[in-house]
């Protein structure tokens, strides 16, 4: 990262990478907002013997995996380091890296195979293949190649007999969530591991993928600030997916862009992995680093479709009439809204205010009118949090129940935050998450530019529940 950067956000000012002391809160109309992100408590926790127990146990289970254990290094890939106390931060550095880099190194001639199984021989499809992969993802490799037509594509080829292994390794990461469990108990309440186990599966449904990015493609054609390139699904298969070419800049190099760049793309990503579900009802739910390139013409490009979800109107206008409750500390219309939902028993004695702390502790950042810098700080502290099981201060809630339909969404949440924190973006994204919120006009350059290219192309403006 660029060095001398000033923190801008009221969260941020006062220590460059965003520390904010035990104890602190911001208070607003009677509402506390609890530390976003608590990165002195996720330091403490950290700190103990049990959590690096816990990571040279998540390697020893997972070892053997190849789609399950990359996924899981994706995830923690934006865990800050810095939090770990010094005398372990090599240590869990490297058993997050044996994760996160655990890509099998597979011959091109056994590539080839896999590509020759489902599209015939290589030279009737392509004019030029290049053998060497130009990434690794969780179940195969990409590669380069040009169409007989001219156009350059990227090729992902599933690993040879990665579907089996696959199923394996949800067998392992059963037991694995076990053994977790016990060191993390409220590991369940957060669905993170659950939600991996029940939908890595559709990672390799390469079809399903196709479909998905075409129709993503052409919503998203020709808007002035995202691009998302087209599948071919003439020449997509089981175990190969075929799409556009992107000649981008990877997400390390946004990351040493100037503060209003990052800024910019920053609103992007928010756009992309968070405005869509509340607008479009559907959401890429795999918001890391490495899904997101900067293109040539400026535009930020969003690639890796096979971890996308539709989500039930009905469901999505759940979690914004929630949070408009919060956002007007309206705590005992959460009180009755999760009680009638089955969310929090009524015997349980969880108070009103406890849900609506327990909201803006999750989601405050969509909430508070204000800007904030998302540090990586913050952004470790989110996720540590959102599995620990001392926090003494939602006690009540960390045992109540979230609804499956509910667990995809808050993970796409979680990490999108996760992948601002790698970014040091600054926004006030509480008057971006108007626009979804009140179905209020965009008050930003991108979001004005947005509304007028959405009304150019689709003729219509945005979708957004009756209130």
Known sequence: MASGRVPKGRLTRGSRMGRLAAGQALRGAGTRLA?????????AILAERSALQAAQQLVTILGGMKGGAMKIGQMLSVLDVGLVPESHRELFRVKLAELRDRAPVVSFPAMRKVIEDDLGPLSRVFADFDETPVAAASIGQVYRARLHDGRDVAVKVKYPGVDEAVAADLRNLEFFSKLWKSALPSAADAGVLDEIASNISAELDYPREART??????RYRDHPYIAVPDSIEEFCGHHVLVTEFVEGRPFDHMRTLPDADRDHIGELIYRFYITSLFTDYEFCGDPHPGNILLAADGRVTFVDFGLYHRMDPLHVGFERTALQAAAEHRGEDIH??????????PRAGVTPQECLDYVWAATGWHLLDEEITITPELATGAVILAVNPRSAEFQGMRKQLLPPEHVFSRRADLFTFAALGQLESTNNWHRIAREWLYAEPPTTEIGCATAQWRERIHGAPTPVDEK
Do not use: L, S, Y
């Open 35 to 43: 530390m976003i992100g608590q990165p002195e408590e996720a330091r």
């Open 213 to 218: 990015q075409h129709r993503v493609a052409a």
């Open 336 to 345: 009755r809204q999760w009680v009638e939902r089955g969310i929090i028993d």
